[in-house]
T-cell receptor, first 115, second 115 residues
Framework: AQSVTQPDIHITVSEGASLELRCNYS??????LFWYVQSPGQGLQLLLK??????LVQGIKGFEAEFKRSQSSFNLRKPSVHWSDAAEYFC?????????????FGTGTLLAVQP | GAVVSQHPSWVICKSGTSVKIECRSL??????MFWYRQFPKQSLMLMAT?????????EQGVEKDKFLINHASLTLSTLTVTSAHPEDSSFYIC???????????FGPGTRLTVT
């Protein structure tokens, strides 16, 4: 069965420090992978996605993610975190026969940023 | 563009009553809308997928008679929780998609509390 695991429930980093949020997936075929950010009172916003091609994907707000098939991972990174990055981050895999027919989400990682 | 709204943002209802949640795509036509449920500290779980003018497709374990979904137009879908019980208290999120394979755009969610 398809699934997404985000091992870190809560992460705290200092402003300006680098960030890596972990995501592991279980999916039989080539996965469609997504990272979303959820801020209070706002809908989930797509940060980046991987469908095929270059395994290092650039997204909005300075985020990037790397698809590693051998590790079934799609970790999200940012070289320098800003206070406004504090939010909850969700990794998702697209299932159901199409990239966005059915999204299966991880449990999320809550990011806190210390001044 | 690609804004999705939900109304209400929060609602409290008494056990046994029904409550309707609206999901609107404000600046695009959505051929498909999705309804998710999010429990505290858990991931978003897809409840159902609805295409305009068609009956919704419910995920396994979701009671279709309890969670009525209507997608009457290309910009509006509604979720009605019938005969609500305290265990239905949750955060309900909708998303909308222009066309197959396109990105899902998420609404800000509706917090339902059943007393």
């Amino acid at each position: 069965a398809q699934s997404v695991t985000q091992p870190d429930i809560h992460i705290t980093v200092s402003e300006g420090a680098s960030l890596e949020l972990r995501c592991n997936y279980s999916y039989g075929a080539t996965p469609y992978l997504f990272w979303y950010v959820q801020s209070p009172g706002q809908g989930l916003q797509l940060l980046l996605k991987y469908f095929s091609g270059d395994t290092l994907v650039q997204g909005i707000k300075g985020f990037e993610a790397e698809f590693k098939r051998s590790q079934s991972s799609f970790n999200l990174r940012k070289p320098s975190v800003h206070w406004s990055d504090a939010a909850e981050y969700f990794c998702a895999v697209g299932a159901g026969g199409g990239a966005t027919n059915k999204l299966i989400f991880g449990t999320g990682t809550l990011l806190a940023v210390q001044p | 563009g690609a804004v999705v709204s939900q109304h209400p943002s929060w609602v409290i209802c008494k056990s046994g009553t029904s409550v309707k949640i609206e999901c609107r795509s404000l600046d695009f036509q959505a051929t498909t809308m999705f309804w998710y449920r999010q429990f505290p500290k858990q991931s978003l779980m897809l409840m159902a997928t609805s295409n305009e003018g068609s009956k919704a497709t419910y995920e396994q374990g979701v009671e279709k008679d309890k969670f009525l979904i209507n997608h009457a137009s290309l910009t509006l879908s509604t979720l009605t929780v019938t005969s609500a019980h305290p265990e239905d208290s949750s955060f309900y999120i909708c998303s909308a998609r222009r066309d197959r394979g396109g990105e899902q755009y998420f609404g800000p969610g509706t917090r339902l509390t059943v007393t």
